[in-house]
C-alpha cells in the first residue's frame, strides 16, 4: 500500500468528509421534501417561493442546561436558525406536548439524511415546569439524544430548563407563548406552539396546532437558508 504524505493525507480525509456529507456546504435542493411523514392536510408551496418577514425579536433570558449550567438564551441561539419549541415533560395531552415532541423527533432523525444542516440548524426545547423538570429529569429524557449512534450527523438539540417559574415568565412572555398556571397545578393548560428563529435572532414564524408538520417547518427552514445565502 503506498504511504501518503502529509498533505495528500489531509486532502484524502478532507474528499472522505465531502463523500459522507459532513464536511459542510449547502443542502441539497429540495431537501425539505425527505420529511414528508405523509400526505400534508393541505399544499406546502415550494421553497423558496415565498417570504417570511420577521415577527419579533427572540427574547433573551437565563436558562439552564442539563448539567444545571446557566447560559443566556441569545448565546444559545448562537447564529445558528433554531426551532424552538416550550413543553412539560409530564404532559398528557396528545395534542399537546406529546405532539410537539414526536415531530422534533421525526425532524431531527431526518437530519441524519442531510447532515450539510449541521450548524445551520438547531432544535431547542425549553420546560416551562422547572420545578419537576429538573435539570436531572432532563438529563433524563435526552439520553437517548446524547448516545445516537448517528447524533454526529444530526443537527444540535438543546434541551433546556429554567431556575423557577419567575425566571422562564420573561421568556415566555417575549415569545408569546402562553402558561396557565391557575388550574391544576399537576395540569399546565398552554396553547402548543412552536417559533422558528433566524440565524439573526428573530422570529420568523409561529406553528400552532394544525401546523406541526416536518414537511411544512423544513420547507419553512429550506426557504430561510436560500434567503441568507441569497443577501
Sequence with gaps: MPTLVPGAA???AAAALGLFGLGGGDPP????????????????????????????PAPDGELLD?????????????GQMTLVSFVYLLCGDVNGCPLALSTLFDIWHGTGEVPQLKGKVQLMTISFDP???????LASFAY??????????KIDW??????????IAPILSGFG???????????????????LVDAEGRVRNIYGLGMIDPQL???????????????
Design 217 to 231: 417547518i423544513m420547507t419553512d427552514v429550506e426557504t430561510l437558508l436560500a434567503e441568507g445565502r441569497a443577501q
Design 144 to 153: 437517548p439524544i446524547r448516545h445516537d449512534e448517528a447524533q454526529a450527523r
Design 131 to 137: 420545578a419537576r423538570d429538573t435539570p436531572e429529569a
Design 66 to 78: 442539563e448539567a444545571g449550567r446557566a447560559h443566556r438564551l441569545k448565546d444559545l441561539l448562537g
Design 29 to 56: 435542493p429540495g431537501f425539505a421534501a425527505r420529511f414528508a411523514t405523509g400526505p400534508p392536510a393541505y399544499p406546502i408551496p415550494p421553497a423558496g417561493s415565498y417570504v417570511l418577514p420577521p415577527v419579533r
Design 10 to 12: 489531509l486532502a484524502v
Design 177 to 195: 407563548q402562553v402558561v396557565d398556571r391557575s388550574g391544576d397545578p399537576d395540569r399546565l393548560n398552554h396553547l402548543l406552539r412552536m417559533f
Design 158 to 167: 438543546q434541551i433546556l430548563t429554567a431556575r423557577d417559574a419567575g425566571t
